[in-house]
């Protein structure tokens, strides 16, 4: 069973922070271009991709377990704007906005998984 990702609010917020990431954190310092800044774009495209990815799986167990992957990747992105900003990577006060709508994402991808966890039964059906 497919589910259409794009009306998901938790995607749309997961797509808006990813290309907010990307513009942020295209001014980081040249020796953390392939490490800090790489780590904090993959964290954020990971939740996205796994939105998606998620959502075109058969069951709401495959579903459940991409949502999963997709709130530890949110987290982590989390983590990684908090100590950008805390090092004065330039992501100015981008870092707090980043830090405030992750963890917005966070809890909303953590009521989808209670709601898709929550029926009797639901994990074993499409």
């Known amino acids: 069973m497919s589910r259409d990702f794009r009306k998901l609010r938790v995607f749309q ?5 990813l290309l907010r990431v990307y513009r942020s954190s295209s001014g980081f ?6 490490s ?7 964290a954020a495209l990971s939740t996205s991709a796994n939105i998606v990815e998620g959502s075109a799986r058969r069951t709401t167990r495959e579903y459940v377990n991409f949502i999963n992957i997709a709130a530890g990747s949110a ?7 908090d100590v950008a900003g805390r090092l004065g990577y330039p992501l100015d006060e981008e870092a707090n906005e980043l830090v405030r709508r992750y963890t917005e994402l966070s809890a ?8 898709l966890s929550s ?8």
């Open 13 to 17: 917020l997961a797509d808006e922070l």
């Open 29 to 34: 310092p040249p020796a953390e271009r392939f």
């Open 36 to 42: 800090f800044q790489a780590q904090l774009r993959r």
């Open 75 to 81: 987290t982590e992105a989390r983590y990684l704007a």
């Open 108 to 115: 909303q991808l953590q009521a989808l998984l209670t709601a």
């Open 119 to 126: 029926e009797p039964g639901r994990l074993s059906k499409p």
